[in-house]
């Protein structure tokens, strides 16, 4: 597609449960990003996914996040077990190149996530 | 640690003035630093960015902004603001480890609203 599509747009959840969101990313774009935005702490890096290398998981809060990209292309952010403090807007994005070569991450509209 | 600044929460301009969105930076090595904006409820959309060579840079809207490397900022302006720029606007500088060399993180900082008064 023309851009970063991310599903479902909204997503409300229990306290517990597992919630998966979906990441699409921008086609020919090896690179791709998971952030977190909320109100308490702005927007946050999760995770790196740059072609067959090993992801920089160096964001994820805890290990009840995880994230995978199946193909070099679609890629899922699984939260276990959510906790109220996990709601917020997760953004994926995707880059042509690395951004350490000055490469311009496009963002998605983000899934929003409510945990109840 | 790398770090960006953005020093009002807000900012609010008359329809048709000019307009400025500060941004300072703290980083090792060459800074390259991005203007994002984000409409309510929607995702961030790339502005401009700054890499090497000439200090002013143009963006997408009539944006622009200029890299000041004695002052370390850079900060988004427009000539003539419009009610449609009405946003939050964010900074951001690529990481780099504290032993030096650079990642593929944006750091980014805490928005700004702008709010444009007819």
């Known amino acids: 597609g023309a851009g970063v599509s991310q599903s479902p747009s909204n997503k409300v959840t229990e306290k517990g449960k597992d919630v998966e969101l979906r990441c699409d990313p921008i086609?020919?774009?090896?690179?791709l990003y998971w952030y977190r935005q909320s109100l308490g702490q702005g927007l946050e890096f999760l995770i790196y996914f740059q072609g067959n290398s090993a992801p920089d998981k160096s964001g994820l809060p805890s290990d009840r996040f995880s994230a995978e990209r199946t193909g070099g292309s679609v890629s899922t952010l699984t939260i276990q077990r959510t906790q109220q403090e996990d709601s917020a807007v997760y953004l994926c994005?995707?880059?042509?190149?690395?951004?350490?070569?000055?490469?311009?991450?496009?963002f998605g509209e983000g899934s929003w996530l409510t945990v109840v | 640690a790398q770090s960006v600044a953005q020093p009002e929460d807000q900012v609010k301009v008359a329809e048709g003035n000019p307009l400025t969105v500060k941004c300072t930076y703290s980083?090792?090595?060459?800074?390259?630093l991005f203007w994002y904006v984000q409409y309510p409820n929607r995702g961030l959309q790339f502005l401009l960015k700054y890499i090497t060579g000439d200090n002013l840079v143009k963006g997408s809207y009539g944006f622009e902004a200029e890299f000041n490397k004695s002052q370390t900022s850079f900060h988004l302006k427009k000539p003539s603001a419009l009610v449609s720029d009405s946003a939050l606007y964010f900074c951001a500088v690529r990481d780099s480890r504290e032993y030096g060399g650079a990642t593929n993180k944006l750091i980014f900082g805490t928005g700004t609203l702008l709010a444009v008064q007819p």
């Open positions: 980083v090792s090595g060459n800074p390259y």
């Open positions: 086609s020919g774009h090896t690179a």
């Open positions: 994005a995707s880059s042509h190149g690395q951004v350490s070569f000055g490469n311009t991450i496009y």
